[in-house]
């Protein structure tokens, strides 16, 4: 049972097939990807192609990311394969894992992170705006692999009432043992949004694309 396969993906920027860079953006639970596509104008690149799924009723997996994984399933199992489709449709486009980017808010952001760390390479990077990887409190997070020095941003609120400040921290901490180049930033009473301090984090990311 795959809830999210049969889901629309929304474009914007370059065409996949002329572009050199790619960037997968992942909505939040009880958004669309029509939504986080917007993200795109903030940031820009002249070289790249914006691919958004869309979630099966706007929702990636039913519960909060921090409950046991079988709860969350087929919804988790079954966006981590659309995202796994995606690299596939961008790396047959003929663009590199080193120049496609992730990127997600929350529970997207949970998904686009979960994804890395079960699938660890030089990926062209990961931003992480409020969320963290998937598990329950306690999980070992045992993941293998190298990011060979990928660069990651992780930003979020100290008391996001959906993201605990300790699941960042481990989050950070797994990135970084897998390789990965990790800028975290937490913001004081920030509410469960994107501000521009973050923003501007992201967009240095992507000017490593060159």
């Not at 192609?49 to 009723?57: D, E, K, R, T, V």
């Not at 966006?79 to 080193?98: H, M, N, S, Y």
């Not at 960042?168 to 897998?178: G, Q, W």
Request: glycine fraction near 12%; charge should be negative.
């Amino acid at each position: 049972m795959h809830p999210h396969d049969t889901q629309p993906v929304l474009t914007a920027g370059v065409p996949l097939a002329e572009a050199s860079a790619a960037m997968i953006l992942v909505h939040g639970r009880g958004a669309t990807a029509a939504s986080i596509l917007e993200l795109a104008g903030e940031l820009p690149h002249t070289a790249m192609a914006y691919l958004a799924p869309q979630a099966a009723g706007s929702t990636w997996y039913p519960y909060s990311f921090l409950n046991p994984i079988e709860s969350n399933q087929p919804g988790l199992d079954s966006g981590l394969a659309v995202l796994a489709g995606l690299v596939a449709r961008v790396e047959a486009a003929d663009i590199p894992a080193d120049r496609l980017v992730f990127a997600g808010f929350s529970q997207g952001a949970c998904l686009a992170a979960e994804f890395v760390a079960r699938h660890p390479r030089r990926y062209g990077g990961l931003i992480v705006f409020s969320g963290g990887l998937i598990g329950p409190p306690g999980a070992p997070f045992e993941h293998q692999g190298d990011l060979e020095g990928m660069p990651i941003f992780i930003g979020c609120s100290d008391v996001d009432f959906h993201i605990p400040l300790e699941r960042v921290k481990e989050t950070t901490a797994v990135f970084t043992r897998l390789g990965g180049q990790v800028t975290e930033r937490i913001y004081h009473n920030m509410g469960h949004t994107v501000n521009g301090d973050e923003i501007e984090h992201a967009r240095q990311l992507l000017a490593t694309l060159g």
